[in-house]
């Protein structure tokens, strides 16, 4: 579960922000408990604010470490793409990223300085007994591990001013460091629109129905009977929508290998009466289609127990479905692995459905740059659990509200003089 996330000097973030998932609340069933942390951690975080007021960002960042973890070993030969604050001394100043995890327990916490030129510093610790321990830590082109992980000595070896130490090490078989990098990983970041093509098809592939072994492993199935189960929790989750859909399906292509799955006819199929007529796709509304495309990423986060963050949750998403959403990840019954759901939204009617310590808030800093802050802790003034967020929300009683100013906009108008 992720335990926190802080990141400095990212487009609007200048000075450092942090995202935490330490409840606040511990007397709830939503708020999990963590003994080995000595806290609990919640499985939902919702950030508001006004437009450009930087809440994307905060999540992007997020996103932007796990691509680096992924990718910077074979994309950042030619430069890391840092993108730092445009303004002030942003373009000068390192790029900082920390986060931490709770893998099997214990307590990870991962840390990196860079900027486009090189890796400045980079690490890895754990906390065994709640005391912290480096697996290794990196200065410049300097790696040094924790006794006992020769494994990881290859590491130095590929290591190069471009590169995350990281990236390398979970190449070799020492499991503190693939079973991090395994949980950071498994994080899955959906944008606005999360109907496209490769969303799409993860569903997809829950509905399909695979004649051989072969087909069952590319999907990731062990066995046809997991592939049913599976296709069955989907089902229930697209009816849980009540859009009307009774079933899906799926036609194969004519053509003998389809590996991204892009190219199958998917078709929603409908009650009208006593009939059942399937719908293509394409001409389902965005609400449903994009329904239709989360149902796969958010079984597998609630099978695995991963992190799913998502902007702009209200985007193309009916209220009632966002609420539907939170509730699952709230549940201990739907929500047994600790899957935590992240996200951006303006539907203040979330708000009811969310605790003070779930609830994060974002604004622009005379300097343009982004601040967030806990919604618990507003101001230094403990909010009221009893406190109606939307209501306090919407009167401007933690900001994060946008400053209309209709004057301007009046006299352009030519309404007032």
Known sequence: MLIRFEVSNFRSILDPVELSLVAVDTDRIEARGAPNLGESLLPVAAVYGPNASGK?????????LLRAVRLSLRFWDDGIPTLPFAFVDGPDRRTDFTIEFLVAGVRFEYQVELDRSAVHYEGLFHYPERRRKKVFERDGDKLTLQRGLGNLSGTRELLTPRSLALSIARRFDEPLVSDFADTLLASRFLGPR?????????????????????????????????????????????????????????DRPRAATDDAGGR???????????????????????????????????LEALRTGSLLVFDELDASLHPTLSAQLVRLFHDPATNPAGAQLV???????????????????????????????????????????????????????????????????????????
């Open 264 to 298: 199958r006819r998917v078709r929603l199929v409908h009650r009208a009466g006593d009939n059942r007529v399937p719908l293509d796709f394409a001409d389902e509304s965005e609400g449903t289609k994009t329904w239709f495309a989360l149902v796969g990423p958010v």
């Open 56 to 64: 994307s960002n905060v999540l992007i960042a997020l996103n932007w």
């Open 343 to 417: 996200f951006t939204s303006h539907d203040t009617s979330l708000l009811n459905h969310l605790n003070r310590d779930e609830v994060w808030l974002t604004e622009k800093t005379p300097q343009g740059s982004t601040r967030l802050g806990a919604l618990a802790d507003f101001a230094g003034e403990r909010v009221r659990r009893s406190q109606n967020l939307e209501r306090a929300y919407l009167h401007g009683r933690f900001g994060a509200l946008p400053d209309v100013d209709r004057t301007e906009v009046l006299r352009v108008l030519g309404l007032i003089g």
């Open 194 to 250: 999360p109907f496209g093509r490769d969303t799409a098809t993860h569903t997809t592939r829950l509905f399909d129905e695979f004649p051989d072994g072969e087909q069952l492993m590319l999907a990731g199935f062990d066995d046809l009977g997991e592939s049913q189960a599976r296709r069955e929790e989907a089902l229930t989750l697209l009816r849980m929508a009540d859009l009307g859909i009774e079933d899906v399906v799926v």
